[in-house]
T-cell receptor, first 115, second 114 residues
């Protein structure tokens, strides 16, 4: 069964460093998302991406964050200058199209630790 | 932003028992989803609901889209040890833009004692 994959599974970085989290969505999906989950808390929406542009972003997704689909398979989240409070699990999700409007499928996550 | 209240926060049950959990929102939702998350993994979609009153089953799991469109329920019958995990409700508000962001509840931590 096709699934969303994410790399790396765990990233440790120093405060102020840039990190890039990578995702490969399900191949025929058209809508892509990033969410984050601080340890012990609920999952929070960051950004949605469709047709090579951001379609929606949350208040968490400030100028330090950016997303890109550099080729036909990868979808990346970049944090330019990491802060301690960026430590969280970051989940990529994708969905097919409007026939299944909100069935978003999640990857296994990347645990980001900022020291 | 939208808020979902999910209860209970945690449940400790014996194997074989039935489980119920629910989510309520302050605004009308047009989609309710239920996910399960195992430790260190991403949420896995269990059931999706799109119409008020809709009742959908997936094996021993049954979920309902509340008639007020502001709540949803998940029931697990005859629980087994592998049901252990965190169950999240998630939904999309009627007023959301085309980005289709999902709002998640706080989660229900389920523990099943053999």
């Amino acid at each position: 069964e096709p699934e969303v994959t994410q790399t790396p599974s765990h990233q440790v970085t120093q405060m102020g460093q840039e990190v890039i989290l990578r995702c490969v969505p399900i191949s025929n999906h058209l809508y892509f998302y990033w969410y984050r989950q601080i340890l012990g808390q609920k999952v929070e929406f960051l950004v949605s991406f469709y047709n090579n542009e951001i379609s929606e972003k949350s208040e968490i997704f400030d100028d330090q964050f950016s997303v890109e689909r550099p080729d036909g398979s990868n979808f990346t989240l970049k944090i330019r200058s990491t802060k301690l409070e960026d430590s969280a699990m970051y989940f990529c999700a994708s969905r097919f199209r409007t026939s299944t409007p909100n069935e978003q499928f999640f990857g296994p996550g990347t645990r980001l630790t900022v020291l | 932003g939208q808020q979902l209240n999910q209860s209970p926060q945690s449940m400790f049950i014996q194997e074989g028992e039935d489980v119920s959990m629910n989510c309520t929102s302050s605004s009308i939702f047009n989609t309710w989803l239920w996910y399960k998350q195992d430790p260190g993994e991403g949420p896995v979609l269990l059931i999706a609901l799109y119409k008020a009153g809709e009742l959908t089953s997936n094996g021993r799991l049954t979920a309902q889209f509340g008639t007020t469109r502001k709540d949803s329920f998940l029931n697990i019958s005859a629980s087994i040890p592998s049901d252990v995990g965190i169950y999240f409700c998630a939904g999309r508000s009627l007023g959301e833009t085309s980005g289709s962001r999902l709002t998640f509840g706080e989660g229900t931590q389920l523990t099943v004692n053999p």
